[in-house]
């Protein structure tokens, strides 16, 4: 099911502040009511575990290729991953719980996409949308960064993030407790990041200082500003491989362009795709558009 955003109206005398620091979710692009959350189950014990591999390796045999083998054997033989939903609440040390979406039923090694959401917005959305785009045999660690004071009511908590250096920190620590969490089932590799405005304003930063961990990202209304020469050459240099640009607003399709062409010089493979035109949103026509271009930023993956 897909759940819309919902963007709170704030007063008029705080607009210009807020749209200057944060640098997204401007006043007059909201996406309709604020859906229901999710029914999302706290994280359950694991049951099974994976079975250990029988048998030694010859006396030929090399130590590391051995050792490779040994865990290729433990995630084959990973026992199914079972949870009590298909989104669970994981503890993250240091951090506000994040929301998964998990591979039920899952025998094997999963790829991690991480959906960080934009100002005034909820992990548990995201991870809702993704799961959708993605389909249900990945993992969608989406980190939750920081409530807002300003939220509708204690029963409908926004969040928002302090910084790309804190969010940084934040998926570091979410990944690593999603790892010890399942230990048999997350692929250890490269991680696919995905953004929503401020999101994706942020992994654009982090990103480029960080390409081996995430050298490919969807980014959605945001992040095309942040992609100077300088920024899309470490990129590239670090291990950075595509860039797709989703935008549902004219302006953030010529701005998404731009950026494009940077990245392309500098020798990423980057593109931009437009959804109908559908206002500042990740939900609906924008997510369809995500979802048809999302074999690109992933082809190639032998993770996916």
């Known amino acids: ?21 944060l640098g997204c979710d401007r006043p007059g692009r909201t996406a309709g009511p604020a859906p229901a959350p999710p029914n999302v189950a706290p ?14 390796a010859t006396p030929a045999a090399d130590a590391a290729g051995a050792a490779a083998g040994a865990v290729d054997a433990a995630a084959a033989a990973a026992a199914p991953l079972r949870a009590d939903g298909p989104f669970v609440e994981l503890p993250v040390e240091g951090f506000p719980s994040a929301m998964v979406s998990v591979p039920i039923g899952a025998t094997a090694r999963r790829p991690v996409l991480i959906a960080s959401h934009g100002n005034y917005d909820r992990p548990e959305w995201q991870c809702q949308v993704w799961r959708d785009i993605a389909g ?62 401020l999101g994706a304003i942020m992994g654009s ?12 990202l969807v980014l959605v209304e945001g992040g095309h500003d942040k992609w100077t020469p300088e920024t899309a050459k470490a990129f590239a240099d670090g291990g950075g491989q595509r860039v797709l640009f989703v935008c549902a607003q004219a302006g953030c399709g010529a701005a998404a ?16 795709v437009r959804s109908k035109e559908a206002g500042h949103r990740y939900d609906g026509p924008v997510a369809e558009e995500t979802k048809r271009a999302l074999s690109w930023a992933i082809e190639g993956d032998a993770a996916w």
């Open 43 to 56: 994280a359950p014990a694991l049951e099974g575990a994976a079975q250990a591999a029988d048998g030694g």
């Open 257 to 272: 362009a731009a950026a494009a062409a940077r990245l392309e010089k500098a020798g990423v493979l980057a593109r931009v």
């Open 1 to 21: 099911m897909m759940l819309p955003v919902a963007l709170f109206t704030l007063s008029l005398a705080s607009l210009p502040l807020l749209a200057t620091a």
């Open 136 to 197: 249900d045999g990945v993992f969608v660690l989406c980190p939750r960064g920081v409530a807002r004071s300003d939220s509708p009511s204690p029963s409908d908590v926004r969040f928002t993030y302090e910084s790309n250096a804190r969010l940084e920190q934040e998926i570091d620590a979410g990944l690593a407790a999603l790892r010890a969490r399942f230990p048999e089932h997350v692929d250890p590799g490269a991680v696919l990041y995905t953004g929503f405005s």
């Open 205 to 216: 930063a982090i990103a480029a200082r960080r390409a081996a961990l995430f050298p490919r």
